[in-house]
């Protein structure tokens, strides 16, 4: 370990020297997730190490999708380094609007990065964004409120067990929900979610021939499921709660159970920032009892670089340097092996003391279950689980989803909800030529 440390040391200097005399500033969009703020806090060992600075634009989920689409899309030059993920990189990269990424070093070892991540952001073979991390999603719920409920959560749940436990659970007299979801609109937000639990009870986005399917049964049924369960054990105003609103309802010990990325574990478990830590399970997304699909997503946070970058080269060693191998060893050095941004590469999960780590396993095992080639029951002419991988998806699942927290909201009906989404779904497909 010292001679490596000795190594890195001099690799550093060397870094420096060759920087000083072309140092850059680079600007970087990113979501304002706990991990992303966790790798802001180490950027000055980026800067010490290669001479390069970082400005942060730190947005909420659907601003950075708005933001860098607009800037991607209208070649604004805005960032050097955006935060995107498996569904934009392969339609970027098809455009040429991302610089690949087949030149990165030996040591970096892109080939360590998980396959499903790798294909998920790739085109024609090619890397366009490099994973920071990768996630499923899982079921996370309080251990201590389910054994004082008499039950015992199972390793692979159905929906219909989840609100047997929501119900046990639901305490509003001490302010615990029996479950938090997410009902917040936004494709990758409460859209993705409502997608999933779509899959998992038999529902799709389109047919064969690119037919929306809103007015099949399968996504009433969903629906219905859906609104009925948050209606009776979720939270108030559980139409704008999205990732970090339902992330700080559980720390603060306010929920039952929530269903959502995997990522989210080492927060849940870290005693500084959770109340709970040391009562939390895992468990497997659900699906409805009769459908072999489960509720499990397939996603990655990963930085890539926008065409015409003037700063290419830098952009290009930020994103080595905080994607590597030795970055996840500094957090761990740091923070501890629970810590370190999960679900990239296959030499973490090699690890014996990430083995360790409790949620470790289930969030591989997750991972390894989504197939987006594979996404529901009924045969799809599309890839993606939670999203549609066709440039017109993320426009017609943002309308979606508004129609859907509509719904959560108590301002239209579930009927309302399908028959609008089923409208805006076929005009926009017919206009963009699929039907």
């Known amino acids: 370990m010292k001679l490596r440390s000795t190594f890195r ?46 400005e942060w634009v730190t947005l909420e989920e659907n601003v950075l999708r708005q933001r860098v689409t607009t800037d991607i899309t209208t070649n604004g030059g805005q960032f050097d380094i955006m935060t995107i993920g498996m569904y934009e990189t392969p339609i970027w990269g098809a455009n040429d609007w991302l610089v690949p990424l087949d030149d990165l070093s030996e040591d970096y070892d892109v080939n360590d990065i998980l396959p499903a991540m790798r294909a998920g952001l790739s085109h024609d073979d090619t890397l366009y964004a490099a994973p920071f991390y990768g996630e499923s999603s899982m079921v996370m719920y309080r251990t201590d409120l389910m054994e004082e409920a008499g039950l015992e959560m199972p390793d692979a749940p159905t929906w219909q067990f989840i609100r047997e436990a929501a119900a046990a659970m639901d305490d509003p007299e001490n302010h615990v929900n ?54 009776d054990y979720g939270p108030e105003g559980y139409a704008t709660n999205g990732f970090n609103e ?88 740091n923070e ?17 003391e990430y083995q360790e780590v409790p949620f470790a396993d289930i969030t591989l095992d997750s991972i390894n279950a989504a197939d987006p080639t594979d996404p529901t029951v009924d045969p ?11 440039p017109e998806f993320a426009g017609i699942a943002t309308q979606v989803s508004q129609e859907f927290s509509a719904v959560y909201a108590g ?16 005009e926009a497909m017919e206009a963009a030529g699929y039907q």
């Open 178 to 231: 029996g479950i938090c979801l997410r009902g917040k609109a936004g494709w990758g937000e409460g859209g993705a979610f409502i997608t999933v639990t779509g899959n998992s009870f038999g529902a799709r986005w389109f047919d064969m021939d690119w037919n929306a399917q809103f007015d099949q049964p399968e996504w009433k049924e969903a629906l219905t499921f859906f609104v009925n369960l948050m209606n």
């Open 336 to 352: 501890g092996w629970a810590n370190v941004p999960p679900g990239a590469r296959t030499s973490l999960y090699e690890t014996p």
């Open 380 to 390: 799809v002419p599309y890839v993606g689980i939670q999203f549609v991988a066709i």
């Open 246 to 333: 339902n992330l700080s309802l559980f720390q603060q010990g306010k929920c039952g159970m929530w269903i959502d990325a995997t990522v989210a574990a080492s927060f849940v478990t870290n005693p500084e920032d959770s109340e709970v830590a040391d009562s939390v399970g895992f468990a497997l997304a659900p699906n409805s009892e009769g459908v072999e699909k489960r509720s499990n997503w397939l996603w990655a946070w990963a930085l890539a670089i926008p065409a015409g970058t003037q700063k290419e080269d830098a952009a290009k060693e930020f994103i080595e340097w905080a994607t590597s191998k030795d970055y996840i060893e500094m957090v761990a050095e």
């Open 9 to 54: 040391a001099a690799t550093a200097l060397t870094l420096v020297s060759a920087a000083a005399v072309s140092a850059e500033t680079i600007t970087i969009a990113t979501v304002n997730n706990g991990d992303m703020i966790r790798m802001q806090g180490y950027t000055d060992d980026f800067t010490e190490k290669t001479g390069h600075e970082v």
């Open 411 to 426: 301002q239209q009906s579930i009927d309302e909800a399908l028959e609008t989404a089923q409208a805006i779904t076929n």
